[in-house]
C-alpha cells in the first residue's frame, strides 16, 4: 500500500507539564489580609472544592475566609482545617444532592404552597446535614476567621455573620428564598446572600480585605431566548446575577487587587448535582493554569487594585474593562 | 416663580414603581407646583408610564395620571399580582394582562406620537437578548410603555423591531444612568422602589411574597448602585418613600398622599435660606431623603 508522501497529521496539542516540584509563587504580590471571596451557586459549589485543589498548588494562604450560600459552607469548612478541607469537600460534594437540600415529598411542597407557609421546604435535612460535616459549632472555633452573608429579608441589606452559632448563620446564608424557610438569629429574619451580595467583594473591602481572590462558581450556558415564561424568568436569573456580579467586581477592584479564577460556563441546572464532580475538575484544570500564567507575567512587586482576570465575556462590560489587567494563556511550556 | 434652580437639562426620573408608581403622581405634582419643570422624563416599568403622562400633558398631569391608575387599580385583571402570576405560569392568559393593560394605556395616549409630547421621553426596557437595557424610540409610545412594563411572568415580553423586551426594572429599577446617557445635567428621582419593610411586615407572607420580596430587594441593590454611580457625575435629588404595598395597586388613593408629604420634606429641605431668593443645586452628588449606601 502507497503511503502518502506527506502526510497530514495534525501537530498533538502540547499542554504544558505543569507538573508541581514546589508550589507556584504568587503570594508576595498580595498584600495581607488576603480574602477568599466564594459565591454562592448551589450544587455549582463544586466548582470551589476544584479552585480551592489549584490553589493549594500555589504559596498563597487566606487570612479571612467570606462567602455567600454554597460558598460560606465551603469557606467554613476550610476555615475549620485547611489541611483536611480538600478531602472533606470531595465527601461533601459526593453526597450531596437535591434531596439532602429540600427532602424528598413533593406531597409535602404541594401542601406547604397550599397552606402559605414561608417556604416550600423545610431545613431539617440541611441542618443535619452541616452538623455531620461541620465539627465547629461557633464561629469562634474556626482557625480562618470566617464570615457567612445573608438578607436580612425586611431590609434587603448584606449581612456578614462573623461570631455566634455557626449552624444558623449557613442555614440562613443558603435559605434560598421561598424553597427554603428564613432564618431567625437575634430577633431578624434572614434569607439567602443571593439577593443582596451574591459574591459579597465589596464586604470584603469593606472588612478589611488588601487583596481578593475571588471563587466563583461557574454558570449554564445563558437561557435560551423566548416568549415562554419560565424561560424568560431563567434568562432574567442570568441577566440579574451578571449586573450583581460585575457591580461587586467594579467597586471592589477599583480598591484592591483581585484575582479572578476562571470557572466553567457550561454548567447544568444549579439544582442538579448530578454533575457536580466533573465541574470541579475542570474548574481545577481551568483555575491551575490561570495561577500558572499569573506566575510566568508578574514581576516582583505587589499587586496593585485591578481586576486580574481571564479576558472574556465574564469582564467584558465598560464598568469592569477598565479595572481589567488581562491574565492571557501563555503559550505552551516544553 | 422658581426659587430651586437647577443645571439644565433637568432629568424627571421615575422609578420602576412596583405597585406603588401613583406615589409618583403626588412627588411630581409637588415639584410641578413649586414651579420646577423637566426639560425630559425618564421612566422605567409603572414609572414610564407617570413619565408618559405627564410629558404628554403637564398641565393636566395631576388629573390625567390619576384618572389612569383609578382604572388600574379598580381593573380585577391587573390589581391581583397572585391571579395574573398562575396564569402567567400555566403559559396561557399573561396576554390577557397584557391586552387589559393595553387598553387602558390606549386610552390614555390614543394617537399621541412622539412629536407632540411637550418634552423628550425615555421609556426603558431590558433586552432579552443582550441583558442590556433598551430605550428603543421608534415605536409607537404604547407599546414602548407595554415593554418597559411587561413585568416577567405576569406579562409576555415584547418584540419591538428585532429585540424581545421585557421590564426594564431588571436592568434599570432606577434609570438614572439612562438620564445621565441622554444628556441630563441634574436629576430628581421620584423613588417608589424601595424594598424595604418592616420586620412585623413579614411575619404573615408565604413563601410565594418570600420570592417576591427577595426578587425585589435584588432589583433594589443594583439601583442603589446606579444611583450612586450618577451621583459622582450630576446632582441626583431622590425623592423616596417605602408606604404601601410593593404588590398591591389597590390602595392608590393614600399612595399619593405619601408621595406628596415625601416630596414636600425634600424639596423644602432644599429651598433657599436666610432671606435669598433661589439656591442652585449645582454640585454633583446625592441629596434628599434616599441615602444609597447600602452593600451591593
Known amino acids: 500500500m502507497a503511503v502518502p508522501d506527506q502526510m497530514h497529521v495534525p501537530s498533538p496539542v502540547v499542554t504544558a507539564d505543569l507538573t508541581p516540584r514546589e508550589p507556584m509563587k504568587l503570594a508576595h504580590h498580595l498584600p495581607h489580609p488576603v480574602a477568599y471571596v466564594m459565591a454562592g451557586g448551589g ?3 463544586s466548582v470551589q472544592w476544584g479552585l480551592l485543589q489549584a490553589l493549594a498548588e500555589t504559596d498563597i494562604s487566606p487570612d479571612v475566609l467570606i462567602g455567600t450560600s454554597a460558598g460560606s459552607l465551603t469557606c467554613s469548612i476550610l476555615g475549620e482545617d485547611p489541611l483536611s478541607a480538600l478531602s472533606r469537600l470531595s465527601y461533601v460534594w459526593s453526597q450531596l444532592d437535591i434531596e439532602v437540600l429540600v427532602g424528598d415529598s413533593w406531597m409535602a411542597m404541594l401542601s406547604a404552597a397550599r397552606k402559605k407557609s414561608q417556604s416550600l421546604a423545610e431545613n431539617a435535612s440541611e441542618r443535619a446535614m452541616l452538623e455531620d460535616i461541620l465539627v465547629a459549632r461557633d464561629f469562634s472555633e474556626l482557625r480562618i476567621p470566617t464570615a457567612a452573608v445573608a438578607t436580612d429579608l425586611a431590609t434587603g441589606k ?20 421561598g424553597m427554603l424557610p428564613p432564618v431567625t438569629i437575634n430577633g431578624r429574619r434572614y434569607v439567602d446572600g443571593l439577593a443582596s451580595a451574591n459574591l459579597p467583594a465589596r464586604l470584603a473591602v469593606e472588612r478589611g480585605a488588601k487583596s481578593i481572590v475571588v471563587l466563583d462558581t461557574g454558570s449554564r450556558e445563558p437561557a435560551p431566548i423566548s416568549t415562554s415564561a419560565t424561560k424568560v424568568v431563567a434568562r432574567v436569573n442570568n441577566i440579574l446575577n451578571a449586573r450583581q456580579r460585575r457591580a461587586q467586581l467594579a467597586y471592589a477592584s477599583s480598591h484592591v487587587p483581585i484575582l479572578v479564577l476562571p470557572t466553567p460556563q457550561n454548567l447544568g441546572a444549579a439544582l442538579d448535582f448530578r454533575g457536580t464532580m466533573t465541574a470541579a475538575s475542570s474548574a481545577y484544570e481551568l483555575a ?42 501563555t503559550a505552551a511550556q516544553s | ?42 421612566g422605567t416599568s409603572t414609572g414610564a408610564i407617570n413619565a408618559a403622562m405627564l410629558a404628554k400633558d403637564p398641565a393636566n398631569f395631576h388629573i390625567a395620571a390619576r384618572a389612569l391608575w383609578h382604572g388600574v387599580a379598580s381593573d380585577k385583571a391587573l390589581s391581583s399580582t397572585w391571579r395574573s402570576t398562575f396564569r402567567g405560569l400555566a403559559g396561557k392568559g399573561s396576554n390577557r394582562t397584557q391586552t387589559m393593560l393595553r387598553k387602558h394605556l390606549d386610552a390614555a395616549f390614543g394617537d399621541v406620537t412622539r412629536e407632540q409630547l411637550a418634552f423628550p421621553l425615555i421609556a426603558v426596557s431590558t433586552d432579552l437578548e443582550s441583558g442590556h437595557s433598551s430605550t428603543t424610540q421608534g415605536d409607537t409610545i404604547v407599546n414602548t410603555l407595554l415593554s418597559s412594563a411587561a413585568f416577567p411572568i ?36 421620584f423613588d417608589t422602589g424601595a424594598s424595604a419593610v418592616s420586620e412585623s411586615e413579614i411575619d404573615e407572607i408565604g413563601w410565594y411574597e418570600v420570592l417576591a420580596l427577595a426578587f425585589t430587594h435584588l432589583v433594589r441593590g ?52 436666610h432671606g435669598k431668593d433661589f439656591r442652585t443645586v449645582n454640585k454633583p452628588g446625592s441629596y434628599g ?8
Open chain 1, 158 to 177: 448584606a449581612t456578614a455573620f462573623d461570631s455566634g452559632p455557626l449552624i444558623p448563620a449557613l442555614l440562613a446564608s443558603s435559605a434560598i428564598p
Open chain 1, 288 to 329: 491551575r493554569q490561570f495561577l500558572f500564567d499569573v506566575t510566568a507575567m508578574s514581576g516582583r512587586s505587589k499587586f496593585s487594585p485591578g481586576l486580574y482576570a481571564r479576558p472574556g465575556p465574564y469582564v467584558t462590560d465598560p464598568d469592569l474593562s477598565q479595572f481589567l489587567v488581562g491574565v492571557e494563556p
Open chain 2, 289 to 296: 431623603n434616599h441615602n444609597p449606601t447600602s452593600d451591593s
Open chain 2, 222 to 273: 443594583q439601583a442603589d448602585h446606579d444611583l450612586l454611580l450618577a451621583a459622582r457625575d450630576v446632582p441626583v435629588v431622590t425623592i423616596s418613600m417605602d408606604q404601601g404595598s410593593p404588590f398591591d395597586l389597590r390602595t392608590a388613593p393614600e399612595i399619593i398622599h405619601h408621595g406628596r408629604d415625601a416630596a414636600s420634606g425634600v424639596l423644602l429641605a432644599l429651598s433657599p435660606r
Open chain 1, 43 to 45: 450544587a455549582h459549589g
Open chain 2, 154 to 189: 405576569i406579562m409576555p415580553p415584547v418584540s419591538v423591531g428585532d429585540q424581545l423586551l421585557i421590564d426594564g426594572s431588571v436592568v434599570a429599577g432606577v434609570p438614572v444612568s439612562q438620564a445621565v446617557a441622554a444628556g441630563a445635567r441634574s436629576v430628581i428621582v
Open chain 2, 1 to 42: 416663580m422658581t426659587s430651586i434652580r437647577f443645571p439644565r437639562p433637568l432629568a424627571f426620573v421615575f422609578s420602576g414603581g412596583l405597585a406603588r408608581a401613583a406615589g409618583q403622581i403626588g412627588m411630581c405634582e409637588v415639584a410641578l407646583e413649586l414651579g420646577i419643570t423637566p426639560d425630559l422624563a425618564v
